[in-house]
T-cell receptor, first 112, second 112 residues
């Protein structure tokens, strides 16, 4: 199967920027996604980027896509305690509707 | 807002029991999915469905079956529960041609 890789933990100070990185394998993925999971909850779609874009900005969130290196990143500006969660990178292999392939998730830990 | 409802938040079952996990979505989505989430393994796709009475195996279908008799409802069935099926089960749905998954809150199943 396809592999989506991301580091398991990231610790940042409140107010700093967080950058969560991800590498994926399927170059035919139409979209790439970031999902957020808060404790005890399901996954919530945070943002996504079409594969022919290299950047998308949405308020405090910036998504960068390097298609050549199959690298995706999520930058959260001015990180707040409410941003503490697990962040999942995902791709849709083959560009089809057969479900998404998720990374194992990055735990974002906010230090006061 | 899209609502994906999983009938139980927590379930405790015994080895060998038949277990039904129910999921209902209220946005007339064509696609529905069942994932399981385990620490260190992330999300893995069990089964998905494109339409009523249609089902497709995901990456780890062994030990599971599904039922989709109505468009809004997708059931996951464990014919004979085993301890290695203790996990968080997440249901999701998406519109037919748009690859955004909307997740339920999850069912934490413990098999003793």
């Amino acid at each position: 199967g396809e592999d989506v890789e991301q580091s398991l933990f990231l610790s940042v100070r409140e107010g700093d920027s967080s950058v969560i990185n991800c590498t994926y394998t399927d170059s035919s993925s139409t979209y790439l996604y970031w999902y957020k999971q808060e404790p005890g909850a399901g996954l919530q779609l945070l943002t996504y980027i079409f594969s022919n874009m290299d950047m998308k900005q949405d308020q405090r969130l910036t998504v960068l896509l390097n298609k050549k290196d199959k690298h995706l990143s999520l930058r959260i500006a001015d990180t707040q305690t409410g941003d503490s969660a697990i962040y999942f990178c995902a791709e849709n292999p083959g560009g089809g509707a057969d479900g998404l392939t998720f990374g194992k998730g990055t735990h974002l830990i906010i230090q006061p | 807002d899209v609502k994906v409802t999983q009938s139980s938040r927590y379930l405790v079952k015994r080895t060998g029991e038949k277990v039904f996990l129910e999921c209902v979505q209220d946005m007339d989505h064509e696609n529905m999915f069942w994932y399981r989430q385990d620490p260190g393994l992330g999300l893995r796709l069990i089964y998905f469905s494109y339409d009523v009475k249609m089902k497709e195996k995901g990456d780890i279908p062994e030990g599971y079956s599904v039922s989709r008799e109505k468009k809004e409802r997708f059931s996951l069935i464990l014919e004979s529960a085993s301890t290695n099926q203790t996990s968080m089960y997440l249901c999701a749905s998406s519109p037919g041609n748009i690859e955004k998954l909307f997740f339920g809150s999850g069912t934490q199943l413990s098999v003793l």
